[in-house]
């Protein structure tokens, strides 16, 4: 079967830096996509993996390694407005988004 | 440029009854989807959409039926509404597929009862 795994829920404080994980398994791949989706509202796209290695943009960074089907996000300068979820999609063999459950960002002051 | 909107935003539907959710983008895009997102569970494609004319079924498409007669527009029809259907229902939309940003409506909720 198909699987993405991601923490449920993580604290960390305003102005340090988080790491949210995301391993997968799934029956093919053709990227993975991070979304961030703040409570009640749509997810919003944040980063997109292909190959391995680290994509910068500003404060956010994803890394990707394909061999070891693991991702993270990496949040730097945390702001209170970074408090929202976090979404880990693959593309599979079908082009279709396989997502994780999300992971739970709360910033504390 | 409104990109996806999606209507109503909110819902009771009654067991048994039926509703359509509409779901419209001023983007151009040739590919749309429906998911649902449960609480705890990742967001589940319901159907997708490569054009005007072509659908296909997802991960979970059981209750459920669409259209697309024109690029704009891909309408999510309830017919028997269960409880299990209570959930929070995103359409999307994105250019391709490949590397293709999916980009997001606001959502409805809905709730049977």
């Known amino acids: 079967g198909q699987n993405i795994d991601q923490p449920t829920e993580m604290t960390a404080t305003e102005g340090a830096i988080v790491q949210i994980n995301c391993t997968y398994q799934t029956s093919g791949f053709n990227g993975l996509f991070w979304y961030q989706q703040h409570a009640g509202e749509a997810p919003t796209f944040l980063s997109y993996?292909?190959l391995d290695g680290l994509e910068e943009k500003g404060r956010f960074s994803s890394f990707l390694s394909r061999s070891k089907g693991y991702s993270y996000l990496l949040l730097k300068e945390l702001q209170m407005k970074d408090s929202a979820s976090y979404l880990c999609?693959?593309?599979?063999?079908?082009?279709?988004?396989?997502w994780g459950a999300g992971t739970k960002l709360i910033i504390k002051p | 440029n409104a990109g996806v909107t999606q209507t109503p935003k909110f819902r009771i539907l009654k067991i048994g009854q039926s509703m359509t959710l509409q779901c419209t983008q001023d983007?151009?895009?040739?590919?749309m989807y429906w998911y649902r997102q449960d609480p705890g569970m990742g967001l589940k494609l319901i159907y997708y959409s490569v054009g005007a004319g072509i659908t296909d079924k997802g991960e979970v498409p059981n209750g459920y039926n669409v259209s697309r007669s024109t690029t704009e527009d891909f309408p999510l029809r309830l017919e028997l509404a269960a409880p299990s259907q209570t959930s929070v229902y995103f359409c999307?939309?994105?250019?391709?597929?490949?590397?293709?940003?999916?980009?997001f409506g606001p959502g409805t909720r809905l709730t049977v009862l």
């Open positions: 999609a693959v593309q599979d063999s079908n082009y279709q988004l396989i």
């Open positions: 983007m151009n895009h040739n590919y």
């Open positions: 993996n292909v």
């Open positions: 999307a939309s994105s250019p391709g597929r490949e590397a293709d940003t999916q980009y």
